[in-house]
């Protein structure tokens, strides 16, 4: 069975521009989270999505969004972007709203 | 409201002896625990997880962790550590009730082996 993957493993924009990172879960698992790791910080949850839908987000600014597509597969956008944007961006997916996650290997953004 | 806190940012072992990291949390609810690691640049994997049956968690690759509410402690722990253990390990909390966008990531730590 094919775990969580993203893509890219790593992207390097400069400040000002938009990235888009991508999020592919595991087959049967409808629930896209999120995550922002910064160097030395725990992970901070960004954005969960199921079914389609946003249903909750962490304390982000607005120019950080996302979406789900039908085939449940997912897309964290990134707007004006600002050098502490740098981190390890993770994707996860589970199959119940409270269970296991399955993290993807992350996607590093650099914003030089 | 939930926290967790990870008493180390680093611990360093030798090759072979015990492995203990350590973890605090609060909830206001019945919480289930998890400890994930992440190895360098590869994703995070389960460890192992508490969710209110049996206090002491047995997980993967010989690690343990016991639930001790008295202490709201989630100490993961190892008899012998291996050179492959070096990574960064997170205590991790969530409600009884609800999603993993409520989940509390501690801030990690990180596992060094000494040869």
């Known amino acids: 069975e094919a775990g969580v993957t993203q893509s890219p493993t790593h992207l390097i924009k400069t400040r000002g521009q938009q990235a888009t990172l991508r999020c592919s879960p595991i087959?049967?698992?409808?629930?896209v989270y999120w995550y922002q790791q910064a160097l030395g910080l725990g992970l901070q949850f960004l954005l969960w999505?199921?079914?389609?839908?946003?249903?909750n987000r962490g304390n982000f600014p607005p120019r950080f969004s996302g979406r789900q597509f039908p085939n449940y597969s997912s897309e964290l956008n990134v707007n004006a972007l600002e050098l502490e944007d740098s981190a390890l961006y993770l994707c996860?997916?589970?199959?119940?709203?409270?269970?296991?996650?399955?993290f993807g290997s992350g996607t590093q953004l650099s914003v030089l | 409201a939930q926290s967790v806190t990870q008493l180390d940012s680093h611990v360093s072992v030798s090759e072979g002896t015990p492995v203990l990291l350590r973890c605090n949390y609060s909830?206001?609810?019945?919480?289930?625990l998890f400890w994930y690691v992440q190895h360098p640049n590869k994703g995070l994997q389960l460890l192992l997880k508490?969710?209110?049956?049996?206090?002491l968690v047995k997980g993967i690759n010989g690690f343990e962790a016991e639930f001790k509410k008295s202490e709201t402690s989630f100490h993961l722990t190892k008899p012998s550590a291996h050179m492959s253990d070096a990574a960064e390990y997170f205590c991790?909390?969530?409600?009884?009730?609800?999603?993993?966008?409520?989940?509390?990531f501690g801030s990690g730590t990180r596992l060094s082996i000494r040869p």
């Open positions: 508490y969710t209110s049956a049996a206090t």
């Open positions: 909830s206001s609810y019945s919480p289930s």
């Open positions: 087959s049967g698992h409808t629930s």
């Open positions: 999505y199921d079914e389609g839908e946003e249903r």
């Open positions: 991790v909390v969530s409600p009884g009730y609800s999603s993993a966008s409520k989940i509390i």
């Open positions: 996860a997916s589970a199959r119940d709203t409270n269970e296991k996650l399955f």
